[in-house]
């Protein structure tokens, strides 16, 4: 069964810190995403891939970084967390003119 | 660049009733809309994707018709029950690139 798995589920940090989030997914698809949900702001997107080694700049990108190192695997880095960062982040993948699935999320906190 | 408007932050009614949640796109490429529906601390989950102009497509007793005549995929259902209670996201895609453009959302609130 297709699946989009994030971790860690939740994290805690402190302003200046360092955050990798990480998504993999099952499902051979080309396209992966990462959005942030902000109360107010519904679903932002912050990068996005095509491809293994190919990065796209969303439309809330700054203070993030983003890698994509395998067909299955996208990270999304956070290098100088800030308290603006806090936030939910999603993680979605698709195939070529499919409907995203999205993962479970992670909750991320910065003091 | 593309953009998707959802005019209702809230809509709140009773259950039995009937509902319809706006949704207008902006978009210069040949467009695919979807409706996903997110319930309190759950991943949005696909309700419905569009078909081709002036199509209705249907699940789960939602609709909503493409009108490319007018940019709109509005999300209807005839009689809402309490489980609808949810936020509701109308999202724009194009075959021109991969990048997917969400609303701003819509939180439905359904009454006993």
């Known amino acids: 069964e297709a699946a989009v798995t994030q971790s860690p589920r939740n994290k805690v940090t402190v302003t200046g810190g360092n955050v990798t989030l990480s998504c993999r997914q099952t499902?051979?698809?080309?396209?992966m995403y990462w959005y942030r949900q902000d109360t107010g702001h519904g679903l932002r997107l912050i990068h996005y891939s095509y491809g293994a080694g190919n990065l796209q700049i969303g439309d809330v990108p700054d203070g993030y970084k983003a890698t994509r190192t395998t067909q299955e695997d996208f990270f999304l880095l956070l290098e100088l967390a800030s308290p603006s960062q806090t936030s939910l982040y999603f993680c979605a993948t698709a195939g070529d003119n499919q409907a995203p699935l999205f993962g479970e999320g992670t909750r991320l906190s910065v003091l | 660049g593309d953009s998707v408007t959802q005019t209702e932050g809230l809509v709140t009614l009773t259950k039995g009733l009937p509902v319809m949640l706006n949704c207008t796109y902006q978009?210069?490429?040949?467009?695919?809309l979807f409706w996903y529906v997110q319930h309190l601390n759950e991943a949005p989950k696909l309700l419905l994707k569009s078909s081709t102009d002036n199509k209705r497509t249907e699940h789960q007793g939602f609709y909503a018709t493409l009108h490319k005549s007018s940019s709109s995929f509005h999300l209807q259902k005839s009689s809402v029950q309490l489980s609808d209670s949810a936020l509701y996201f109308c999202?724009?895609?194009?075959?021109?690139?991969?990048?997917?453009?969400f609303g701003g959302g819509t939180r439905l609130t359904v009454r006993p």
């Open positions: 499902n051979s698809h080309n396209y």
């Open positions: 978009t210069t490429y040949s467009p695919f």
């Open positions: 999202a724009l895609r194009h075959n021109a690139g991969a990048k997917l453009t």
